[in-house]
């Protein structure tokens, strides 16, 4: 029974609402450059980056991402939200729309009836894999964003041709343009070499897009980052940063542009049943690259924060033959504001404070629903200012 109603959900219901959102709103899309881009790391960087490149180029748009979107607490508006987005930036004369488009968003159809311009694959790693049913399903979720972006004959694709899945979105695009990047290095003052990877997107987009490299590459030298997207909120005595890092790629990638420093970590992990498996790997990455270690609450929902910390800890002290011993290298504080500053009052001078999981988030989700307005980057300022 259950199978069915998801199945007439899925292949009906949302299909139908999207259509219904886009007859409301006169079909905007077809009177607008829409610029989608999809993968797990990067999309929202590479959203913001390339709606500065517009700017900068003298283009207007409308964008839709997760920094954008914190007050419906969502990455992607439902078709109606995006679809009214859309018809905003018609009635104001602006030409372009820049969407973060998400798995979770595909699946429930709000993708349908846009007509996609340009159509931009950042990465894949594993991610939400116990909501879809396993890696291949989350990846088909992406690359069925691609296959319908290609029935816009003109649409381009753009397409990171480093990632081990790209593949299955070259074949996705096949007979449209297909502009392929890598990892590039322009002055910018974004950290780590997966910033590289965006960057090396935000300017494929501008090409495609007919935008000059020294437009684009002067509008990524001013870009003033993402907030809670490898955000440093001190450089000196010690470096403290604020960055989202929810998967165990994206924890190491942050540890990474750090290497050679004193690195401590704060970091808890999603409740809910959210993605369990990633607990104890996050916990691994962390044993082996940083010095010292505070786990604390991140989202927990209706799960036991202890129950969360237990097994990011299993992962931990596996690493370095049980050199790791609580409350000498690493604690468990389930509160996070406290996480927080005891992080920073262990912090010596040239030590960098990494604090990850929530990145630009401003609300800590606790049981039965309950809302907890946050804001990691306030946090740091009260305990820096109280230090």
Known sequence: MRAAYVFLRDR??????????????GFPS???????????????????????ILESAGKRAVVSSSVRNEARGTT????????????????????????EVTSQGVIQGRHLFIRWS?????????????????????RAAKVSFFRYAATNPSAVFVVNKDDESSSYFIRAAEGHALVMFGKEDP?????????????????AVASALGISRDIALRAIGSFPGVRGRME???????????DY??????????????????????????????DAWKRPVMGGIAGDMCDEIVLTDDDSYDESTEDIMAAIERGLRATRHGAWKEGANYRKISDRREAIRAAISLARPQDVVMITGKGGDRWLRMARGKK???????????ALASR
């Open 12 to 25: 009906f219901y949302h299909p139908f609402m999207a259509f219904v959102a886009a007859l409301v709103y």
């Open 30 to 52: 077809r009177h607008l450059t829409v610029i989608g881009v999809t993968g797990t790391k990067g999309k929202s960087t590479t959203v913001e980056l390339v709606a500065h």
């Open 76 to 99: 992607m508006p439902r078709c109606f939200a995006i679809q009214k987005l859309l018809r905003q930036a018609v009635s104001r004369g602006l030409g372009h729309a820049v969407i």
């Open 118 to 138: 340009v159509a931009v694959f950042t990465n894949l790693a594993p991610e939400h894999i116990e909501a879809h049913g396993g890696f291949e399903e989350y």
């Open 187 to 203: 002055p910018s003052s974004l950290h780590g070499a997966f910033n590289g990877y965006n960057a090396g997107a935000a300017l």
């Open 232 to 242: 440093i909120i001190q450089h000196e005595p010690f470096t403290v940063v604020v």
């Open 245 to 274: 890092a929810v998967t165990p790629d994206s924890l190491r990638a942050a540890y990474a542009a750090f290497f050679g420093k004193r690195i401590i970590g704060v970091f808890g992990c999603t409740g809910g049943g959210r």
């Open 372 to 382: 907890i307005p946050w804001s990691d980057q306030d946090i740091v300022r009260e």
